[in-house]
């Protein structure tokens, strides 16, 4: 397909649709995200919790920030000189607890996977009305829960493999797959019964959908890691706003270049 002819979409055009469709209808929105919300201010909660035990095994108290200095630079040097006692100095999770980070953030995603819907069909329709409670558990039906699960797993392994090969093509196949749960939810819409054949042609027609439009995509990613330092900065607390922001944004790039790819496939047909 010719990109030449693409509606141009900008970063910015998004983030301003972004905004007026959270601020427009904010309460409902804060709380259809309220459970991401919870679970990553506890989970931050945790983390600090986990990574202050793990100082404190190390002998470093953050008590006092140029002894913490001090001792953090003699590891470094102990590393580097000997790189085998990495892992006397590395934080031991226990199996249990792997897989308990496993189960939370599986249940993370599919949350947000289920308010991302609920967000674009707000966006789609102002008329919509969001169902608070049901439409952040909505992915946990039939009609959605093992195909999410497999279209997950589908993706994590595009990704990591080319992380693994570099960061570059990791980015890459995250750009290119990452509207495969969108483009799902409007199968299933269009069809009485989706099986794993249509999951497979989600996952692929993906990188055709955002062919043209990768690089916004990458400036919308890069101001969410912006965000997410910030973020990090208050302890999740700016999540409250945040989260929600970062779903609105998501489910307004995908609607806007959809419809754009749809109006260049018409354009190309009544030219022919």
């Keep these: 397909m010719n990109n030449a002819n693409l509606k141009r979409i900008s970063a910015s055009e998004v983030n301003r649709e972004a905004r007026q469709l959270l601020f427009k209808n904010f309460k ?43 001792k953090m630079t003699e590891i470094s040097q102990n590393i580097v000189s000997n790189p085998s006692s990495a892992t006397k100095y590395s934080i031991n ?4 607890t ?15 996977v289920g308010i991302g819907y609920s967000m674009l069909d707000k966006y789609r329709n102002k008329d919509y009305q ?32 080319g992380a693994a090969i570099y960061l570059i093509p990791g980015i890459w196949f995250l750009l290119m ?3 495969s749960f969108y483009i799902y939810k409007d199968d299933t819409e269009k069809q009485d019964k989706v099986g794993f054949r249509q999951v497979f042609s989600a996952f692929a027609r993906s990188s055709l959908l955002v062919r043209g439009y990768k690089w916004t995509l990458l400036v919308i990613f890069i101001e969410f890691f912006l965000w997410e330092i910030l973020n990090l ?15 609105s944004v998501l489910a307004v790039f995908y609607d806007k270049v959809s ?10 047909q009544n030219a022919a």
């Excluded at 919790?49 to 793990?54: A, G, L, Q, R, V």
């Excluded at 897989?99 to 995603?109: D, E, K, R, T, Y």
């Excluded at 900065?233 to 779903?247: A, C, G, K, N």
């Design 233 to 247: 900065i208050t302890r999740e607390i700016l999540s409250v706003v945040l989260h929600p922001y970062e779903q």
């Design 98 to 112: 792997s897989i308990l980070i496993f189960a939370v953030g599986l249940f993370f995603f599919l949350i947000c």
């Design 28 to 70: 409902e929105m804060i709380v259809l995200n309220i459970v991401p919300i919870i679970l990553r201010i506890v989970g931050m909660f945790f983390l600090v919790k986990m990574y202050t035990s793990w100082l404190s095994g190390l002998g470093i108290s953050l008590a006092n920030p140029q002894e913490a200095s001090k």
């Design 93 to 96: 999770i226990t199996p249990q």
């Design 177 to 179: 797959f990452s509207q």
């Design 259 to 268: 419809k754009a790819k749809l109006s260049q496939v018409q354009e190309q």
């Design 130 to 161: 969001i169902k608070t409670i049901a439409d952040q558990f909505q992915v946990f039906s039939g009609r959605y829960f093992f195909a999410i699960i497999f279209l997950a797993l589908l993706f994590n392994i595009m990704v990591e493999a």
